[in-house]
């Protein structure tokens, strides 16, 4: 049974929900629009000095807020809601386990780090490792006896440009020590890595993007030496474990299959792909995100959806697809219901595919730290997560919770 709610700590304005989030779907498919187009992550450092800041963060609200009727329960939260279905992940900055402990606790039982795995940040000089960020995150989800996703060794921002010089026998033995190193740190609680992410660029046709990062050789040996790290730990333990991730997957995924292809007729070991599913509230239609589901359930592989948020902007209209910042709106109830019925639709969906699917994990927990609130438009307020920035729930999360 479905549980209506207003959001009481709004004020109903009379201000018209903008048209802005509602633009006409990219209808041939071409070029790409979502928060993703262009490159999702806004920071993109690439010179090793281990930025990030790629969220937006702010520490608006503190811990945990309480108020409204909203008490965190892990008896009757997400988590237990979908346990006959796939584990609900949050990916989370150590900020998170003091702003938002409880409802960490009680909605979600799997954890991304968002930033603090990155290449660029974990290993931003060659042998010269930080764990602290990310060792806080690993920890709190052992303590839970929770899993992880590992986020991510192949891609092209936020990785440090000392990896990719010179030919593949230089970059081979720098990919081999971060990947044993990572997996040796972090192997008993990663139980599904992003060994590539976001290979396919936005060009016509879906090519594979000219970086040193996605050379084929490199694909190649970030997969096996993922795959060898983890058998070394224990024999079968790499079974399903490895990853392709990307956006706007619905677009490309003529253009993912045929590279995983090549890749697994070289030895490659892969086991899933990774929807990101930064989405919006009218884009991509369900209709094809199943028939991208069916692709990747035809060619033998498992689906996790890796980061979803909804944004409630189309910053990219057609008919050019070019950057065009929408104007900011405000999240009125009738805003939030709309955003509370995409959910419903995705989580409908995913739980018609929960024997393929194996977790789904939001990008973030409340619309106080979202990258959406800075990617593509600085400044502007987003609401693409279940909790407000008041950490309330929003109608998103009862909408996925009742069914
Ligand atoms: C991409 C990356 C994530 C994150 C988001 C947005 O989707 O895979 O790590 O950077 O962009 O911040």
């Known amino acids: 049974m479905k549980i209506t709610r207003t959001l009481r700590t709004f004020a109903i304005s009379a201000l018209l929900v903008s048209l802005t989030f509602a633009c006409a779907p990219n209808s041939n498919g071409e070029a790409a629009q979502t928060p993703g187009a262009g490159g999702a992550g806004a920071a993109g450092a690439t010179d090793g000095t281990g930025a990030d800041t790629s969220t937006g963060a702010t520490t608006a609200g503190g811990a945990d807020s309480g108020g409204d009727d909203y008490v965190p329960d892990a008896a009757t939260g997400l988590a237990a809601a979908y346990s ?52 806080q995150i690993a920890d709190f989800a052992r303590e839970r006896g929770w899993k992880m996703t590992g986020h991510t060794f192949i891609w092209y921002r936020e990785s440090p440009n000392w990896v990719f010089k010179g030919t593949i026998d230089d970059i081979k033995p720098r990919l081999k020590a971060h990947i044993d190193a990572m997996v040796e740190r972090y192997g008993d609680v990663v139980d599904n890595w992003d060994v590539v992410n976001e290979a396919i660029s936005d060009g016509a046709g879906y090519p594979v993007r ?35 991730n990307d956006y706007n997957v619905n677009l490309k995924i003529d253009s993912i299959l045929p590279l ?15 929807l990101q599913a930064h989405v919006r509230t009218d884009w991509p239609s369900v209709a094809d995100l199943r028939s991208t589901f069916e692709k990747i359930v035809d060619a033998g592989y ?16 057609p008919p050019t697809y070019a950057l065009t910042p929408a104007p900011e709106v405000e999240l009125t109830p009738e805003l939030d219901a709309t955003i509370g019925q995409r959910y419903g639709e ?6 018609e595919y929960k024997d393929h699917i194996t977790s ?20 502007r307020e987003n609401y693409p997560l279940l909790f407000t920035d ?14």
């Open 84 to 135: 006959d279905y796939f584990p609900i992940g949050a990916a989370i900055e150590p900020t998170h386990l003091t702003s938002v402990p409880g409802i960490l606790e009680a909605e979600f039982n799997h954890l991304t780090a968002e930033n603090r795995m990155k290449w660029g940040n974990i290993e931003p000089t060659e042998g010269n490792f930080t764990w602290t960020g990310a060792d």
């Open 210 to 244: 000219d970086n040193p990062q996605y050379d084929e050789d490199v694909l190649y040996w970030a997969f096996e030496y993922a795959k060898q790290a983890l058998e070394a730990q224990e024999a079968g333990s790499s079974a399903g474990k490895l990853y392709y």
């Open 260 to 274: 995983l292809q090549t890749l697994a007729d070289r030895g490659a070991q892969i086991d899933g792909i990774g």
């Open 302 to 317: 498992k689906i996790k959806i890796s980061e979803l948020d909804v944004t409630v902007y189309n910053d990219y209209p």
């Open 346 to 351: 995705l989580f409908e969906l995913f739980r």
């Open 360 to 379: 789904v994990t939001m990008w973030g927990v409340s619309d106080d730290h979202t990258w959406l609130n800075t990617d593509p438009v600085p400044g």
């Open 390 to 403: 008041e950490h309330l729930p929003k109608q998103a999360y009862y909408e996925i919770k009742d069914f």
